[in-house]
């Protein structure tokens, strides 16, 4: 079972990426997926997560109407499309599971399996 990250970068304030979290050995639908980042040392802050077998998309303040959650299930993927990147943005981006089927709480507590990371830069 494995999580892996791609697509962040190095981008000016008011850019846009997308990040990709393509998971193996499970599928999305059996556990809530989130993102988390890295903003400080040792601190995670969770941002987006989806679990659709509780029908569920959450946003953090921070990120809400700007960034978007979208799924691939042919590809088994999980996208969060950013808009109007923000310096406060960036950071070190994990996508993160849940342990067993569960609603989205943005809590890393709650979550067990993790990916390495994709590092956002936004920066003029």
């Known amino acids: 079972e494995q999580l892996v990250e791609s697509g962040g970068g190095l981008v000016q304030p008011g850019a846009s990426l997308r990040l990709s979290c393509t998971a193996s050995?499970?599928?999305?639908?059996?556990?809530?997926i989130a993102w988390f980042r890295r903003v400080a040392a040792n601190e995670r802050e969770g941002i987006a997560c989806?679990?659709?077998?509780?029908?569920?998309?959450v946003y953090s303040h921070s990120v809400k109407g700007r960034f978007t959650l979208s799924s691939d299930n042919a590809k088994n993927t999980l996208y969060l499309q950013m808009n109007n990147l923000k310096s406060d943005d960036t950071g070190i981006y994990f996508c993160a599971r849940t342990g067993g089927m569960g609603d989205c709480v943005l809590d890393p507590f709650y979550f067990d399996s993790w990916g390495q990371g994709t590092q956002v830069t936004v920066s003029s």
């Open positions: 050995g499970f599928t999305f639908d059996d556990y809530a």
């Open positions: 989806l679990s659709r077998g509780y029908g569920t998309k």
